[in-house]
Each structure stands twice: as structure tokens, then as C-alpha cells.
């Protein structure tokens, strides 16, 4: 039987997914990634800044958004090429899509079998 292209794409995200599902319960760090990550590389407030092109103060709101969870991705990764790294990011589920998409589908079975049970 021949797979449609959704199939295609389902299995092909499954696949991408399955990789990052070890990272589920990991947590950022406790003072954010861009201040732990900056002070881990020995770098100052100063110099973030200066490789970022943004005032020193502006550093610091940076880190302070992102502990508030108020940082955009374009912020991130802006960090992250003056950091000399890259952004990488994703939504990851604690078991695979299959399981997730059997249980949805498990669960709208259930409603539907209670909707038909009351109007009998």
C-alpha cells in the first residue's frame, strides 16, 4: 500500500522527535541559558554586549526576560551566534507521536461511545 505524503511527514517527525525525547524532562538552567552560558564562557556583561552590538545594560534585561520566560527565539538566537553557538529548538513529548495520536484518538472514541450511550 502505497503511503500518503501525511504518513510520509508523520513518521519522518517521529523519527526527528524520537532523538530529543531524552531532553523531555530536562530544565534550563536556574539563572536562564544566556547568563549561565556567558558565565561558564567567562564572558562579561561588557562583552556579550559588545559582540551583540547592544548596550551593556540591555545584556542585562536580556537575561532577566529570559528567567521570565519573556525572550523571543530572534533574541535567542542573536545570543547564541555572539555566544559562538546556535539556537536549537523544538517541542519534545515524553513518549512517541503514536502514542500520542492513539491516545487522542482513544480518548474522542470515548466521548463519542458516552454521546451515543446517552441519547439511547
Known amino acids: 500500500m502505497k503511503e500518503s505524503f501525511k504518513d510520509l511527514a508523520f513518521d519522518h517527525m517521529e523519527k526527528r522527535l524520537e532523538t530529543l525525547r531524552p531532553l523531555h524532562d530536562e530544565m534550563p538552567p536556574h539563572q536562564g541559558w544566556i547568563k549561565t552560558l556567558r558565565q561558564v564562557l567567562n564572558m562579561t556583561v561588557t562583552q556579550l554586549a559588545v559582540r551583540m552590538g547592544i548596550a551593556q545594560s540591555a ?34 513529548f515524553p513518549e512517541s507521536l503514536t502514542d500520542l495520536k492513539n491516545k487522542q484518538a482513544k480518548k474522542k472514541a470515548k466521548k463519542i461511545l458516552k454521546d451515543l450511550t446517552h441519547t439511547m
Do not use: C, N, P, S
Not at 537575561?63 to 542573536?78: D, F, I, N, S, Y
Open 59 to 92: 545584556v542585562t534585561r536580556l537575561e532577566q526576560r529570559e528567567q521570565e520566560g519573556a525572550v523571543t527565539l530572534k533574541t535567542l538566537q542573536m545570543v547564541a551566534e555572539a555566544l559562538g553557538g546556535k539556537l536549537v529548538y523544538g517541542i519534545v
